[in-house]
């Protein structure tokens, strides 16, 4: 949580404190409020009338931390820092069955196996699309159900006018989510291992001894650098350096499920949107990010991490979501105009599942919805986005869209 814009109530106390001194000043206070939970729960003090949302206060490394509640992102006002978009307004809906909320902890039911030893059997989803809007019910999410969990409950799929998002920060609120979720009875934080944002810096597991056997996989989460080929395996290296091996099969598999990504990945590049930057300034590309569920196995040169399966999660600079390249075409104008904005993560709803692709936030008092019609030749999307367009006319609701290659036109004004 950003520590300079949020204010937090704790129990007993009048007067709140800004974040940043009570983390670093008043320890004491929230070992207090620590022992006075779950009965009593700090406030985020973000609304100033109605129902404040809860927050939780953790112990980790011998120091107290303050952290949102799961899934009441959405409980905060849509300036505070701990703001989120709620998931059941994006493909994330079809997921609600597969969370649970217990105390302070998201469960999360997953169609993958941890253990070599373990087979998961494939869930199926347990009602129709649904005929308005083709969504479906799923009970248990997959990597990349997961992965975009992850991004929404982080809040890296919005953006305040003002904000500052360092790559130490994006590393700061994936692992806040991280502590607080469990894939059925164990800790995600036990699971993953997350590229940190500072260099030569250790952080997947221990290779084991070559020879040695492990029935575990594990889960890595990493910024893709680049992508190479030797033989018959593909070797997808890190930022930070670690090298990733990648049979044919599943090379296969990650080009077709991510094919907008991956294309980021064999070409970098950004957007022509991006502010002006200094001759010493690093491009301003996209970003490829990746999920991937790991395992050793015995090389040529000994243990090294094989990937047995991956999602991946194209961004734009600032770590804000994308699906396409016209996507990331409006996202940088969008920073580059000084707008705030949410951008509602898709999951594995279909491409014929139409949700807003952005809502711009400072035009009204009602987030303003943003269409980029850039799917070709699919009835069924054409025939929801005449059944949108047709409503957002006939409510009178402002509505901003955009049908690629047809010039964008101006977005709406701020207010």
Partial sequence: M?????????????????????????????????????????????????????LVIRLRDQRYHVARMP???????????????????????????AISIKDDVTIIKVNFSLSKAE???????????????????RHAMGLNALLCHMWNESGLNIWIDGSIR???????????????TKLGRRSLAKLIHVEPSWEKTSWLPVAPKSGATSNDYFLALFKIKSVTTHDKYSYIKSDSGEIFRVSPEVLES???????????????????QVPDQDKDEKPKLAQVFCLALCGWVEGADGMRIEIGKAAL?????????????????????????KRSFVKPLRYDAADDVVFPDFKLLDAGPNPVPMEIYGVKNNPKYDERKRAKVAHYKQSGEPFWDWTPPEPMRPFNEKK
């Avoid at 106390?13 to 070992?31: D, G, I, V």
């Avoid at 989803?125 to 479906?136: A, C, F």
């Avoid at 360092?166 to 607080?180: D, T």
Wanted: hydrophobic share 30%.
């Fill in 71 to 97: 899934n009441s992102g959405h409980m905060h006002h849509q300036d505070c820092t701990a703001f989120s978009e709620d998931p059941s307004l994006s493909g994330g809906g079809e997921y609600l069955p």
């Fill in 166 to 180: 360092l790559r130490s920060l994006v590393y700061s609120k994936l692992s806040e989510v991280i502590e607080g």
């Fill in 119 to 137: 087979n998961v059997e494939p869930i199926e989803n347990n009602s129709p699309p649904n005929p308005l809007t083709g969504s479906v019910s």
């Fill in 254 to 272: 990650i080009q077709t499920s991510f094919k907008s990504a991956w294309s980021y990945v064999t070409r970098p590049r950004g957007s022509d």
């Fill in 2 to 54: 950003d520590n300079e814009k949020i204010y937090v109530n704790l129990p007993g106390e009048s007067t709140p404190y800004q974040l940043k001194n009570l983390l670093h000043k008043h320890q004491s206070a929230l070992e207090k409020a620590h022992g006075k939970q779950p009965k009593l729960r700090a406030h985020c003090d973000c609304r100033k009338f109605g129902n404040k949302a809860e």
């Fill in 313 to 337: 999660i194209l961004t734009n600079w600032r770590y804000i979501p994308v699906d396409s390249s016209y996507e990331l075409i409006v996202a940088d104008k969008l920073l580059v105009e």
